[in-house]
């Protein structure tokens, strides 16, 4: 189980993440955030994914960031998906476990 805690910024809309997978492709994810976009994106589309659809698509491209570019109000800067992903992503074995951010200097 991988678990990932994303704070977006100034928005304050913390978003949890619990990824778990038997078999490294198939994996469901339980998502709970402060932003209605996100809990309503997870409601349309489920919780279960194969992750190498998920998350080795092209930057921006996949079923997250299309349903998004339809529902969500515009805020492309927004780490949330970025951060689900990734937590799919290290779940599967598609990546290494390591903390990313973006820091004002």
């Known amino acids: 189980m991988t ?7 100034i ?7 619990t990824a778990l997978s038997e078999d ?3 994996v469901t994810v339980q998502v709970k955030s402060g932003c209605a976009s996100i809990n309503k994106m ?6 279960t ?3 190498f659809e998920v998350c080795l698509a092209k930057p921006g491209t996949g079923e997250f960031y299309e349903y998004a570019s339809k529902n969500f ?7 949330a998906l970025a951060g689900i992903i990734k937590c799919m992503e290290v779940e ?11 820091e004002f200097e």
């Not at 928005?11 to 993440?17: A, E, F, K, M, P």
């Open 3 to 9: 678990k990932v805690k994303i704070n977006p910024g």
């Open 11 to 17: 928005c304050g809309l913390i978003t949890t993440v």
């Open 24 to 26: 490294q492709q198939e």
């Open 42 to 47: 997870f409601a349309e589309l489920g919780n």
């Open 49 to 51: 994914f194969d992750a």
């Open 73 to 79: 109000p515009g805020h492309a800067s927004c780490p």
């Open 92 to 102: 599967c074995k598609l990546a290494l476990p390591k903390t990313a951010s973006i």
